[in-house]
């Protein structure tokens, strides 16, 4: 039976209060979909996520992920603005350092051999994806691998003009943090638009 999964990193209380707020903040009076909260749909960053096998153990594999990353007690990355991604999204662009990558790097060698390929969704509109993107999701059945990865975190979707205007007015209204805090990994349930439904397993960047 295939599960839809993800694996991410969490940010501290703190900073998944302020991407709470910040959805708000940037929806104005447009609800952004889904909605963010503490013990719903968390503010995160996907690493990767998709369609898995049975043979997928998530806390045995979650456990190599963590030990592949090498990844410090916390991550800090950059904030680069509210940013329009095709088609209807609105996105925390986030730095991409090179830890993200290996960190990523690193993760899809762990999962691939899991992954329920015939899943892949072949009818899946890609006519506004990049050429990295339609190799991405060829690849991988996930847009954002590889040259394609691209760091953020969903603020939510909505009809397309709507969420260009929220975009394009967000510096006037909102006053973005400079800096996201992230201290754990978390493999998740892929809820609605794949969203961070809920908590599979959960465990710090570096465990003591």
Known sequence: MTR?????????????????????EVGGGHE????????GNLPHVTVFQGPFLD???????LDRIVAGADAPERIALASRGVVYQPTGWVFLALERPPLLEK????????L??????????????????????????????YRYTGPAYAPH????????????????????RVDVPGIWVFDRFSCYVMGENGAHAEIVEERALRPR
């Open 4 to 24: 839809w999964l993800g694996i991410a990193l969490l940010p501290t209380a703190e900073h998944r209060t302020a991407a709470i707020r910040l959805q708000r």
């Open 32 to 39: 952004l979909r889904p909605p963010l909260s503490p013990d």
């Open 55 to 61: 043979s997928f153990d998530p806390a045995t594999e």
């Open 103 to 110: 960190i990523q790097q690193s993760t899809l060698a762990v």
């Open 112 to 141: 691939a051999p899991h992954l329920d390929r015939p899943a892949f969704d072949p009818s899946k509109d890609v006519s506004r994806f990049t050429e990295d993107e339609r190799e991405s999701f060829e690849r991988y059945g």
């Open 153 to 172: 975190i969903t603020l939510g979707r909505a009809e397309e003009a709507v969420a260009q205007e929220l975009v394009r007015s967000a510096p006037e």
